[in-house]
Structures are given as structure tokens and as C-alpha cells.
């Protein structure tokens, strides 16, 4: 059984970095689209960025050029690096991984389908 666990959120003034991990076990997610979601209460999951298994990454246009994401998979883990935070990014912030970016894309946020985490809180005061 897979089990996803992120870390590394926390409270930022605007402008501010963090970096989130979110560490895999049970079995290796090499082969697997992972990403990167968030959702804010009262509004939509969005799906921030995510990396395949070939290395190809792609981003939401909102945090293009300040959001990084990148994988590791001799330790099992997925890393997202968030540069000159905005307001507009605090969010609950889950990570997730399917066989395909495009299935993963579609999934909701702790679907039995796929592999999700349970969060971790990011808040940009302003």
C-alpha cells in the first residue's frame, strides 16, 4: 500500500519561500506522474505543477516562474520549491500520484483512484 506524507508548510510573509516535500512508501513511484494541488477554502482544487516520470514538468500559468518541482526517486520523494509567495497562495497543498499526468490531472483531491496525501497548510500573510 502506498502512503504519501507531505511536510513543510507553514506560515510566510508575502514574498517568502518554502519548500514542500512529500515523501512516498510502500513501493516506488518512479514510473508515476506526481504533483502538486491546492485548494483554499471556498474555491476549486487547482493543480499547481506537476513532473512525470520521463522528468517533464508543467505548471499552473499562477505560479509559473516562481514554483519549482522537482522529484527524487532513489529516496522515494517529491519537492516543490515556492519562491516570492503571494496571499493568493495559502492553501491546503496535497500531493498526488497517478500512472499518468493526464489521469492524475482529473482526480480529485483524495480520490480512491491514485495516490493522494493529507495536506499540508500554507499560509502568505500580506
Known amino acids: 500500500q502506498v502512503r504519501l506524507v507531505e511536510s513543510g508548510g507553514g506560515s510566510v510573509e508575502a514574498g517568502g519561500s518554502l519548500r514542500l516535500s512529500c515523501a512516498a512508501s510502500?513501493?516506488?513511484?518512479?514510473?508515476?506522474?506526481m504533483g502538486w494541488f491546492r485548494q483554499a477554502p471556498g474555491k476549486e482544487r487547482e493543480g499547481v505543477a506537476s513532473?512525470?516520470?520521463?522528468?517533464?514538468?508543467s505548471y499552473a500559468d499562477s505560479v509559473k516562474g516562481r514554483f519549482a518541482i522537482s522529484r527524487d526517486n532513489a529516496k522515494n520523494a517529491l519537492y516543490l520549491q515556492m519562491n516570492n509567495l503571494k496571499p493568493e497562495d495559502t492553501a491546503m497543498y496535497y500531493c498526488?500520484?497517478?500512472?499518468?499526468?493526464?489521469?492524475?490531472?482529473?482526480?480529485?483531491?483524495?480520490?480512491?483512484?491514485?495516490?493522494w496525501g493529507p495536506g499540508t497548510q500554507v499560509t502568505v500573510s500580506s
Open positions: 498526488g500520484a497517478d500512472l499518468f499526468c493526464g489521469v492524475l490531472a482529473g482526480r480529485a483531491i483524495g480520490s480512491h483512484r491514485g495516490y
Open positions: 513532473i512525470d516520470s520521463d522528468g517533464s514538468t
Open positions: 510502500g513501493y516506488g513511484l518512479s514510473s508515476y506522474c
